[in-house]
């Protein structure tokens, strides 16, 4: 499992592990989910976590099933219910969701770091130098069709949502992070009257003694 922070465009967290049960590792998932605010895409073909998150009313923590992917001719239908969730992991899908992992392990980024004068020098790398999962990195230098690679698949099944996101904001994952969304209610004279204590000793007019 692996958590993508979309403002920073980076790994957050991770999880590699095979609990006794697969209940255990659903409610790991949907822990990780409720604590990021974010949304689990999965391989649909694979029962059992559609289920265990229906039965604990949160299948909104898991990811609709991307429209782009229908438009692209990569899967041919959306489904409803359970099929509308997650991805079924077809060749074509998997194809183009390791191609999604090449062009982001490639993306340059661009870092700021300082020289003994201490002047900000500015500077580019691929992703692929901020990954610090050695045992990600081990399994797609092995990677063939014959092995099993879970990491890559779980990795697989991100890319796939990431590009979701691309094709929402048009390429910009922020998606207006630096926009202002106000209607200009906040200066409602309701509020200045009587909340501009807040953060001083001075009361609002409402407590006030009458006159």
Same mark, same amino acid.
């Given at each position: 499992m692996f958590v993508l922070d979309l403002w920073t465009d980076t790994i957050a967290a991770e999880y590699t592990g095979r609990p006794p049960f697969a209940n255990d590792l659903y409610e790991l998932v949907r822990?990780?989910?409720?604590?990021?605010?974010?949304?689990?895409?999965?391989?649909?073909?694979?029962?059992?976590?559609?289920?265990?998150?229906?039965?604990h009313n949160c299948t909104y923590l898991l990811a609709d099933t991307p429209e782009y992917l229908k438009e692209r001719d990569l899967i041919k239908t959306i489904g409803t219910g359970?099929?509308?969730?997650? $991805?079924?992991?077809?060749?074509?899908?998997?194809?183009?969701?390791?191609? !999604?992992?090449?062009?982001? @392990?490639?993306?340059?980024?661009?870092?700021?770091?300082?020289?003994?004068?201490?002047?900000e020098i500015e500077t580019s790398m691929p992703n692929l130098y901020r990954l610090r999962n050695r045992?990600?990195?081990?399994?797609?230098? $092995?990677?063939?069709p014959n092995i099993n690679v879970d990491r890559i698949?779980? !990795?697989?099944?991100?890319? @796939?949502?990431?590009?979701?996101?691309?094709v929402l904001y048009h390429g910009d994952l922020q998606g207006g992070r630096n926009k202002t969304f106000s209607s200009g209610l906040e200066e409602d004279p309701y509020f200045t009257s009587n909340y501009r204590f807040i953060g001083t000793n001075k009361p609002p007019k409402w407590m006030h003694a009458p006159e």
């Open positions: 822990k990780t989910c409720m604590f990021y605010n974010a949304k689990c895409m999965y391989e649909n073909n694979l029962h059992g976590i559609f289920s265990y998150f229906s039965q359970n099929t509308s969730k997650g $991805v079924r992991a077809g060749t074509s899908v998997i194809k183009y969701a390791f191609k !999604l992992i090449r062009d982001w @392990l490639m993306k340059p980024v661009t870092k700021i770091e300082h020289d003994a004068e201490g002047n045992a990600l990195i081990k399994e797609m230098i $092995v990677w063939n698949m779980s !990795l697989a099944q991100l890319m @796939l949502y990431r590009e979701e996101k691309m």
